[in-house]
């Protein structure tokens, strides 16, 4: 059994900056590609970031230059840096994570909300 664990979701003004992490445990072999979707209410879900196990990063257009990936490989955690947030930063933030235990499958953490607003 493998479980996300996500943290760090809040409200915060315009131009803030959050952090969310993403904790993966359980009867892990290891980890490929981690990532965050989000969604907001009324929209479909939306890829924000992944990060590969050697660090490769992608973003979507509407966040390159302002959120950061990271994962720290020992803890099995993904990191999302959020800087100069903006009102349509506002969503449930998801996690994934590819996990190799018998055999590869995606897990999900259970959101974490993000509200952009003054």
């Known amino acids: 059994q493998v479980q996300l664990v996500e943290s760090g979701g809040d409200l915060v003004q315009p131009g803030g900056s959050l952090r969310l992490s993403c904790a993966a445990s359980?009867?892990?072999?290891?980890?490929?590609?981690m990532g965050w979707y989000r969604q907001a209410p009324g929209k479909e879900r939306e890829l924000v970031a992944t990060?590969?196990?050697?660090?490769?990063?992608s973003y979507s257009d509407s966040v390159k230059g302002r959120f950061t990936i990271s994962r720290d490989n020992a803890k099995n955690t993904v990191y999302l840096q959020m800087n100069n947030l903006k009102s349509e930063d506002t969503a449930v933030y998801y996690c994934?994570?590819?996990?190799?235990?018998?055999?590869?499958?995606?897990?999900w953490g259970q959101g974490t909300q993000v509200t952009v607003s003054s």
């Open positions: 359980g009867r892990i072999f290891s980890i490929n590609t």
């Open positions: 994934y994570a590819n996990v190799q235990t018998s055999y590869v499958g995606r897990y």
């Open positions: 990060i590969t196990s050697v660090g490769r990063t």
